[in-house]
C-alpha cells in the first residue's frame, strides 16, 4: 500500500517510522513493489485510465498474496529488530535512571563537598581567631614579664643602695647632710650619707613631685673651691621616692652644702632650675 501511496493516518507514520529505523529488508521489498508498479503502468497505459492500473496493481496483489499489508509489513517483520524496538524502551529507562541517580550522587557529593568545605573555612576562622587571641596574650604577658624585670632590678639597685646607705650611716667617718624642702617642694624632705672610707656617698629623697616631661631631678656637691659640682640625676618613684648611689664629693675639698634642682633629662654640669632641696653638713 505504500508503493501505491494509499496509506494513511496511523500505519503511514507506522510505515514511515519503520522505514526511518533502516530497515533493508523492507526498503528492497518497497522499491521492489514501485519497479514492478513503473512496469505495470508502463505495459498497460493503453489499456485505460489511470484508475484501472491502479485497481489491477490492488487485486494482482491481493490475489497473489505477493505483499503483505503495509500494517503486516510492520507488524510481522522478522522478530530481529522487533525485539530491539521493544527493548530500546527498558534501555532507555534504564539509562534514564542511572542517569539521573548519577546525577543525584554528584548534587550529594557537591553538596557535602561544600559543607566540608564551609566546615573547614569556618574552623580555620575560628582558629584564625583563637591564635590571634593566644598572641595577643603572648605579647601582653611578655610586656608583664618585662615590666616585672625591670621591677625586680629597680628592687635589686633599690635594696643594694640601701644597703650602701646602711653602711654609710652607719660607718664611723660617715658624714651626714640632711635636706630640707624649699618652696617648689614644701612636702620633700632628703638625707645624703658619704663615708669616705667606703667610697661610698648615697641620697635618699621622699615626697618629690614628678618631674615634667623631659625634665629629671639633679643632686649637688657645693665645694668651697669648685662650687656646685654634679653628683647625681634621678627620677623618683610616682610616690615621689629614690634612693640613689651618688659620686664622692672631690677630695681635698671642703664639703659647704648640698642640694637638688630640676634640670634637663640627662643633668648638666651646672645647675640652671629651680632649687627643690638643700642642706649642709
Not at 546525577?103 to 568545605?117: E, H, Q, W
Not at 651618688?246 to 632650675?273: C, H, M, N, R
Request: charged share 20%; glycine share 8%; net charge negative.
Amino acid at each position: 500500500m505504500e508503493a501505491l501511496g494509499t496509506l494513511d493516518g496511523e500505519d503511514a507514520r507506522a510505515m514511515a517510522a519503520h522505514l526511518a529505523e533502516g530497515c533493508d529488508e523492507c526498503q528492497a521489498e518497497l522499491r521492489s513493489f514501485r519497479e514492478a508498479l513503473t512496469a505495470m503502468a508502463i505495459s498497460t497505459a493503453g489499456d485505460g485510465p489511470a484508475d484501472r492500473i491502479w485497481q489491477r496493481l490492488e487485486n494482482r496483489l491481493a490475489v497473489g498474496g505477493a505483499a503483505p499489508a503495509a500494517s503486516t509489513l510492520i507488524n510481522d517483520r522478522p522478530s530481529a529488530r522487533t525485539p530491539n524496538r521493544a527493548e530500546r524502551p527498558g534501555v532507555s529507562r534504564s539509562w534514564r535512571i542511572a542517569t539521573v541517580a548519577a546525577a543525584a550522587a554528584a548534587i550529594g557529593f557537591a553538596v557535602l563537598s561544600g559543607n566540608y568545605v564551609s566546615q573547614i573555612a569556618t574552623m580555620r576562622q575560628e582558629d584564625s581567631v583563637r591564635i590571634a587571641a593566644l598572641s595577643r596574650q603572648a605579647r601582653t604577658l611578655a610586656s608583664e614579664l618585662e615590666d616585672r624585670d625591670r621591677e625586680l632590678a629597680a628592687l635589686h639597685d633599690q635594696i643594694s643602695v640601701s644597703g650602701q646607705l646602711t653602711q654609710a650611716m652607719l660607718a664611723p667617718d660617715s658624714r651626714i647632710i640632711r635636706l630640707g624642702p624649699l618652696p617648689p617642694a614644701p612636702d620633700s624632705t632628703g638625707v645624703v650619707a658619704v663615708t669616705p672610707s667606703g667610697n661610698h656617698a648615697v641620697l635618699q629623697v621622699a615626697g618629690l613631685p614628678p618631674p615634667p616631661p623631659g625634665k629629671e631631678y639633679e643632686l649637688w656637691w657645693i665645694g668651697s673651691k669648685s662650687g656646685p659640682l654634679r653628683a647625681a640625676v634621678f627620677a623618683p618613684t610616682a610616690h615621689g621616692d629614690a634612693t640613689v648611689a651618688s659620686t664622692l664629693p672631690p677630695t681635698g675639698e671642703q664639703l659647704l652644702a648640698s642640694a637638688i634642682t630640676l634640670e634637663p633629662a640627662g643633668g648638666l654640669d651646672k645647675p640652671s632650675g629651680a632649687m627643690y632641696l638643700k642642706g649642709a653638713p
